[in-house]
């Protein structure tokens, strides 16, 4: 790896306990040592990129979703224990055809068999879209051991551990539902709640204790849980205006550019719903019900924040019974490259 101090090229026995053997100073991420292979470059180009050379904000979610997101594209599977697997099986094999040994020819069979298992399992994509680490184990991993070296976060990173405190909901105000806490301490550092006067709430029930004609918005996971908060919200507040901004499904599922995450499946009541709203194609159920979403924290922070800002416009103030009136008409459209 290269000394993120002095770029020196170091060799594993040159760098014992995270320090630089040629330059003597202490480093926080070692590719050999932690599962994500991070080193304290990269880290720095991605958040770098993240903020647009700090123009934009970013938060350890968003981070957490961009150092992640080429080993969500890969499977658990280890390919070379499949070739290993296949020469040991050929090998043996052979060997026990040339001495008429026929246990060895059976252990060879089974060398083969096992690594045919292995082919399989990665044309099956075993493993596929699960996070190599956490989210939450990413902040009080890397994170910290970052923190422990710099006495800061990565630069543009901010801290997303507490959600944003923003005023209560009034009766008529703009009301932003976003469950995420990475993408509302975004949303809040990036200067949408101070610049629109917006409310920033994570639970849906507080939108349902301040009820009122004040249109709200919803900022979701393309997920069955996140499909289905706006809907929520419109059953308990029937009549108020209930926008989904989305993420929209339709802009992330089949795009290769869109590396989703896999979860826990749903349930079959929300499975219910999604099919009964109609919104959704065969395949895209089918998606869903294995437990796939695209996260809030995948979307590039510059384009979700400039989507987001287009909504809270479109929606205007309570006070304007038009601009009201035209943020009840559901999905906004997002950039095709949104994945």
């Not at 990269?42 to 979610?61: E, N, Y």
């Not at 009766?171 to 101070?194: E, N, R, Y």
């Not at 009549?239 to 550019?257: E, F, K, N, Q, T």
């Not at 979307?299 to 038009?322: F, H, I, M, Q, Y």
Request: with cysteine.
């Amino acid at each position: 790896m290269i000394c993120p101090h002095c770029e020196k090229s170091l060799l594993r026995k040159e760098r014992p306990g995270n320090v630089c053997g040629k330059c003597g100073r202490r480093y926080a991420l070692d590719p050999k040592t932690n599962l994500l292979k991070l080193n304290d470059l990269r880290v720095r180009r991605i958040a770098l990129k993240l903020t647009r050379d700090g123009q934009v904000p970013c938060t350890p979610g968003q981070l957490w979703y961009a150092v992640s997101r080429k080993s969500l594209r890969d499977t658990d599977v280890e390919m070379g224990c499949a070739g290993v697997l296949l020469v040991a099986g050929v090998v043996v094999g052979l060997l026990g055809l040339g001495s008429d040994v026929v246990g060895a020819v059976v252990v060879g069979g089974l060398f083969l068999l096992a690594a045919f298992g292995f082919v399989i399992a990665e044309m099956m994509g075993v493993g596929r879209g699960r996070p190599r680490l956490a989210r939450q184990n990413f902040g009080t991993g890397p994170l910290e051991e970052w923190k422990s070296v710099y006495h800061s976060l990565p630069p543009g990173v901010i801290d997303d551990s507490h959600y944003p405190t923003t005023p209560a909901p009034s009766g008529d105000g703009l009301v932003l539902v976003c469950p995420d806490p990475s993408i509302a301490v975004f949303l809040h550092a990036a200067g949408l709640t101070a610049d629109h006067g917006l409310t920033l709430v994570a639970d849906p029930r507080a939108v349902t204790a301040a009820p009122g004609l004040g249109p709200v918005l919803v900022l979701h996971d393309a997920d069955a849980r996140g499909l289905l908060l706006a809907h929520r919200i419109r059953t308990a507040q029937p009549g108020r205006p209930v926008v989904d901004i989305g993420l929209p499904l339709g802009a992330v599922h089949g795009s290769a550019r869109a590396v989703p995450v896999r979860g826990e499946p749903p349930g079959p009541r929300a499975m219910e719903l999604l099919e009964h709203s109609g919104e959704f194609s065969p395949a895209q159920l089918k998606w869903l019900g294995k437990g796939w979403g695209f996260p809030l924290v995948g979307v590039e922070p510059a384009k979700l924040l400039a989507v987001v800002s287009r909504a809270v416009e479109r929606a205007g103030t309570a006070d304007d019974p038009e601009r009201r009136r035209a943020a009840s008409v559901g999905f906004l459209t997002w950039p095709e490259e949104g994945g």
